[in-house]
C-alpha cells in the first residue's frame, strides 16, 4: 500500500475512535479511554491536529486523583462491551478519586514525555498548553516517587500487571503460581471481539481480578498496598517510562521557570537512573531485568521492556553496547537467527514463548517504537532502520492491528493482524514513524 494511502487510513482510525473529547483504543474491545493509550495516541494527533492531540491529554487528567495519580481507564462514556467495567474497579472508595468513574491502578506513565512531543511537532509554539498541564504532570511524578518508592531507592514498584502494560507476559507467571487466586466466574467480553488462543487464560483473569478485589478491600490504599499485596514489582518498562518523563518534565519547566520542580525533579531523575543500571541490569542476560519486590529477588526474564530504558537515556554506553551486542546484533531479538522481526515482546528462546498470545511474544507497535528512539539515542543507526522497516512492514501489509506474529514464514502467509483492528495507537504511532522520524 503507498505510504499516502496508509496515512490516510491512519488518520481515519484516529476520527473514527474519536469519542468527544478522547479517543478509544478500537471499538468493542476497548471502548473507553485508556492512559498510556492516549499518550502515545497524542504524539500521532499532533501531526493531524493539534486541538484535538491538546485535548486528549485535557481529557486523560479529568481522571487524575487529588494525590497525582492517574488511573489506567477512564470511564467517561457507558459501554457494556468490556470487563471489568467501573463497577468491578469501584475507584470510589479511594478519599482522593474523582466524580469521573475510574479504575484503581495505572498504565506506565507516558504523559511527561508527550506533552513534550506535542510541544516539539508544533515547532514549539505550544508553550500556553505546555503552562496548562504541566503542575498536573509534575503531581503524577511526585505522586510515585512519594507513594511507589517504600525504600526511597528512585525505583517506583507496580502492584498489579495491567499496570506494566505488558499483561499477560510470562514474567509474571512466577507470581500467579504462588497467588492461590479465588475460581470468580468472569463476565469476559474480551473474547467475544477476539480469538481467544490470542488473549490471557480464564485462570490469569482471575488473578487479575483477586488483585483489584484485594485493592477495593484496601481502599487502594497505598500503604496497606506496599505492606501486603502480593504483586510488588519494579518493572524497567514502567520506571523507563517514568525516567524519560522526568527528562522531559525537567527540560519543560526550565522553558517555563519552573525552578522548585526542576530541581525535584533532577534529584529523582538521578537517583533514579543509578539505582535502575545497579539493581536492574543483568550482566549476564546482557539486559534489564525485573525485580519482585515482595519476595526480595531479581526475575531474570528479557522481553522487549528489557531494551526501553534506551529510550530514556538510563544506560550507560558500556550496557548500551552489551545490549546490542546481545540482542541485535546476532542475538535472539535480532531476527537473523531465528527469522523473526523486529521485536518481539519475549524471549523468542523461552519454552514460555507463544507467537500469538498477546504480550507472550507478539510484536507490538508502541514497543517498537520506544526501543527505535533509543537506538537512535545511542547512535545504533543499522539496528534501529531495521526495527523500523520491520514495524512499517507489519502496518503495510495488514494495517493498523493491535499486535502482531514475529515469525516471518507465518507473517507471509497470513491475512491479517492479531487482536483488535483499527487500533488507535498503532495508527498514530505510524504517523509519527513517517512524520517525524
Known amino acids: ?32 479511554q485508556w492512559n498510556w493509550d492516549s499518550g502515545f495516541i497524542a504524539i500521532g494527533l499532533a501531526h493531524i491536529d493539534l486541538e484535538r492531540a491538546k485535548q486528549e491529554i485535557k481529557s486523560l487528567l479529568l481522571g487524575q486523583w487529588k494525590n497525582g495519580f492517574i488511573p489506567h481507564i477512564l470511564f467517561h462514556n457507558k459501554s457494556d462491551s468490556y470487563f471489568p467495567g467501573p463497577e468491578v474497579h469501584a475507584s470510589h472508595l479511594n478519599a482522593h478519586a474523582p466524580k469521573l468513574p475510574t479504575s484503581g491502578i495505572t498504565q506506565p506513565p507516558v504523559l511527561g514525555f508527550a506533552i513534550e512531543a506535542i510541544y516539539d511537532i508544533s515547532n514549539e509554539t505550544e508553550k500556553t498548553f505546555v503552562e496548562e498541564v504541566y503542575d498536573q504532570a509534575f503531581l503524577l511524578q511526585q505522586y510515585f516517587y512519594t507513594q511507589r518508592d517504600p525504600y526511597d531507592e528512585g525505583l517506583v514498584y507496580i502492584c498489579h500487571n495491567w499496570e506494566s502494560g505488558t499483561d499477560n507476559t510470562p514474567v509474571w507467571d512466577l507470581i500467579w503460581k504462588d497467588l492461590d487466586s479465588p475460581n470468580y466466574e468472569l463476565n469476559r467480553r474480551d473474547t467475544q471481539h ?70 525535584q525533579l533532577s ?50 554506553k558500556a550496557i548500551a553496547d552489551s545490549i546490542i551486542k546481545t540482542h541485535f546484533d ?20 523461552s519454552q514460555d514463548f507463544d507467537p500469538k498470545r498477546y504480550w507472550r511474544g507478539p510484536v507490538w507497535i508502541n514497543l517498537n517504537w520506544i526501543i527505535y528512539h533509543g537506538l537512535k539515542r545511542y547512535g545504533f543507526k543499522r539496528e534501529a532502520e531495521q526495527l523500523k522497516s520491520d514495524t512499517l512492514y507489519l502496518l503495510e501489509k495488514f494495517g493498523f492491528y493491535e499486535y502482531f506474529d514475529p515469525r516471518k514464514e507465518v507473517v507471509e502467509g497470513l491475512e491479517i493482524g492479531y487482536g483488535g483492528n483499527n487500533f488507535s495507537w498503532s495508527a498514530a504511532l505510524y504517523i509519527d514513524f513517517i512524520k517525524r522520524t
Open 330 to 349: 546476532r542475538g535472539i531479538f535480532s531476527g537473523k537467527e531465528n527469522e523473526l522481526l523486529l521485536c518481539a515482546s519475549f524471549d523468542p528462546t
Open 267 to 316: 534529584v529523582w531523575h538521578q537517583k533514579a537512573i543509578t539505582t535502575f543500571n545497579s539493581k536492574l541490569f543483568n550482566e549476564d542476560k546482557g539486559a534489564y531485568v525485573y525485580y519482585d519486590l515482595r519476595n526480595r529477588r531479581t526475575i531474570d526474564y528479557v522481553s522487549s521492556s528489557s531494551f526501553a530504558p534506551l529510550f530514556a537515556g538510563i544506560a550507560t
Open 194 to 263: 477476539v480469538d481467544a488462543v490470542n488473549r490471557p487464560s480464564n485462570r490469569e483473569y482471575q488473578h487479575y481480578i483477586h488483585l483489584i478485589e484485594l485493592f477495593k478491600e484496601w481502599r487502594y490504599d497505598d500503604t496497606l498496598i506496599a505492606k501486603n499485596c502480593p504483586f510488588l514489582i519494579q518493572d524497567p518498562l514502567f520506571n523507563a517510562m517514568l525516567i524519560k518523563s522526568n527528562e522531559s518534565l525537567v527540560r519543560l519547566g526550565k522553558l517555563l521557570g519552573k525552578d522548585k520542580e526542576v530541581a
Open 1 to 32: 500500500m503507498k505510504e499516502n494511502q496508509l496515512l490516510l487510513n491512519a488518520e481515519s482510525v484516529l476520527q473514527n475512535n474519536w469519542k468527544n473529547g478522547f479517543t478509544i483504543p478500537c471499538e468493542g474491545l476497548y471502548p473507553f
